[in-house]
């Protein structure tokens, strides 16, 4: 059975910053390549950052020198750390793991508001 927890989001100010964290267990964690997505209100959900079973990171251009993304495969856990967070990076953020003709596994979702 596979149970996933996601944690770390609030509200902050302009230029602070949030780690976000999510634990799943029930997959082979090692063989997935992980990421994390944000939808704002209105938009569709965009992809933030990805880390394949390789450890190749992708970062989308908006959060690039800001956000690291990270994976432990001891504690099947990714995080986000963002920095100097911007209003614009208010949202839903979600974490998500993938591996090959496997059903994808998403985090129940967890609000990060930036706002002054």
């Known amino acids: 059975q596979v149970q996933l927890v996601e944690s770390g989001g609030g509200f902050v100010q302009p230029g602070e910053s949030l780690t976000l964290s999510c634990v799943i267990s029930?997959?082979?964690?090692?063989?997935?390549?992980v990421a994390w997505y944000r939808q704002a209100p209105g938009k569709w959900r965009e992809l933030v950052a990805m880390?394949?079973?390789?450890?190749?990171?992708t970062y989308d251009d908006s959060v690039k020198g800001r956000f690291a993304a990270s994976r432990d495969n001891v504690r099947n856990a990714i995080y986000l750390q963002m920095n100097n967070l911007k209003p614009e990076d208010t949202a839903i953020y979600l974490c998500?793991?993938?591996?090959?003709?496997?059903?994808?596994?998403w985090g129940q979702g967890i609000q990060v508001t930036v706002s002054s």
């Open positions: 880390i394949t079973t390789s450890g190749t990171e």
């Open positions: 029930g997959i082979a964690f090692e063989r997935s390549t």
């Open positions: 998500n793991f993938r591996r090959i003709s496997y059903p994808d596994h």
